[in-house]
């Protein structure tokens, strides 16, 4: 049994987490023998946890295995599925040569790949994503399922686009009110949905203290 995580930002109690949670799929599972975990990491220098941990979850952690999409891409001719895992770390330049890669083995894929650069450039219209990952938009655009992928593409953009402008206002009040924020709590407030935001920044006008906003984050964590 494999159990795959994938993780794209620093977080620091990462570790415990997923100690915790393997531990918690083997007691739910009793008749699993062999477990291998498998984390996926954009490159080796994320920080997902203290340099020291109990010896018991250093144990556990010491048998995970940790995959490198920045190491990953750099090796030749890979499988189709796993280019599509290294297009969130690829340098921009090697987008169509990676992206033309994968269509030609496996075209099914098409949706998929979109889906991925779509949230890598968040930023951008899905017309000029295409253009990076050097889809010929001509021939795609005659077709309905990457219309409707298209259209999918713009309205997913806006709502992160509404997100990301919601997280910004948010921590200028915070700031105002609760102080200077650590990077930690910083990253937690930008990873909420726009709905968490928007009832964020109006629980802030009753907080009187920063340790209301610890409260807050503890009592809405996903």
């Known amino acids: 049994m494999v159990l795959l995580e994938v993780q794209m930002h620093s977080k620091p109690g990462f570790k415990h987490r997923l100690g915790a949670q393997s531990f918690r799929f083997l007691q739910l599972h009793p008749q699993v023998l062999h477990l291998a975990v498998v984390v996926a990491v954009p490159h080796r220098r994320l920080k997902l946890g203290p ?16 995959l490198s999409l920045e190491e990953l891409g750099q090796q030749a001719d890979l499988d189709p599925w796993l280019t599509l895992l290294t297009l969130p770390v690829r340098p921009q ?23 991925m ?18 889809i010929p938009t001509d021939q795609l655009l005659h077709t309905r399922a990457a219309q409707d992928l298209l259209d999918r593409g713009r309205q997913e953009g806006e709502a992160r686009g509404r997100a990301a402008e919601a997280a910004a206002f948010t921590l200028r009040l915070i700031n105002r009110r609760c102080g200077p924020l650590t990077g930690a709590t910083t990253t937690c407030i930008q990873a909420l949905p726009l709905e968490q935001l928007e009832a964020l920044a109006e629980a802030l006008l009753d907080f009187s203290a920063p340790a209301d906003l610890a409260v807050w984050l503890e009592e809405h964590k996903g």
């Open 51 to 66: 340099a020291q941990l109990p010896h018991q979850l250093q144990g556990f952690v010491d048998g995970v295995i940790w």
């Open 117 to 134: 650069l779509f949230e890598r450039f968040p930023t951008l219209r899905p017309e000029e994503i295409m253009v990076i990952a050097g």
């Open 93 to 115: 330049a090697e987008l169509p040569a990676s992206t033309q890669q994968i269509l030609e083995h496996r075209p099914d894929l098409l949706s998929t790949v979109l889906t």
